[in-house]
């Protein structure tokens, strides 16, 4: 039996666990896992409603110390995502090191801010995305339908 390409919200996929747009588009057969690195308590729970809607396994940590220290223990990620102001850490400097690891997860700055030059430290930095706050469904569908394909 063919996956289809698209289904209603009602009905259920003929592959349980595969997430879906509101308009039905499938986003993807693959289970991806998500550190989203954000201080902000309602950041932290937006972004984990809209990550879990599209079947995102996600864990969060409050600072890029945290981050870090979580990737040394030997957690992956397919996603990080992480805040430009952290306490301890910024994004920056955070981001930096994860590269310096040698972590090849896709990493998105996801910030308030969208002054060029804080654009640009994040990207030197090693990001892959550079995303206006807050996390948006359309926004994860197309990095998780990008990922998919690569």
């Known amino acids: 039996m063919e996956l289809p390409s698209k289904i209603n ?6 592959h349980q666990g595969i997430p879906c747009l509101g308009n039905g588009d499938l986003i993807s057969n693959r289970k991806f896992t998500a550190l989203v690195v954000d201080s902000d308590p309602f ?6 409603a809209i990550l879990k809607s599209l079947g995102v396994e996600t864990q969060f940590v409050g600072s890029g110390i945290d981050a870090l220290d979580l ?7 397919d996603i990080i995502a992480i805040a430009w102001v952290l306490p301890m850490m910024n994004g920056v400097e955070a981001t930096r090191r994860i590269r ?3 972590i090849r997860s896709k990493i998105l700055a996801v910030t308030a801010c969208n ?5 640009q430290a994040f990207l030197d930095a090693g990001v892959d995305a550079f995303i206006e706050k807050p996390l948006t469904p359309d926004r994860v569908a197309s990095i998780l339908r990008e990922m998919q394909n690569s």
């Open 9 to 14: 919200n009602n009905e259920k996929s003929l």
């Open 43 to 48: 950041i932290q729970i937006l972004h984990k």
């Open 71 to 77: 990737l040394v223990s030997g957690a992956n990620f």
């Open 100 to 102: 310096a690891m040698g």
């Open 115 to 119: 002054i060029e030059r804080e654009k």
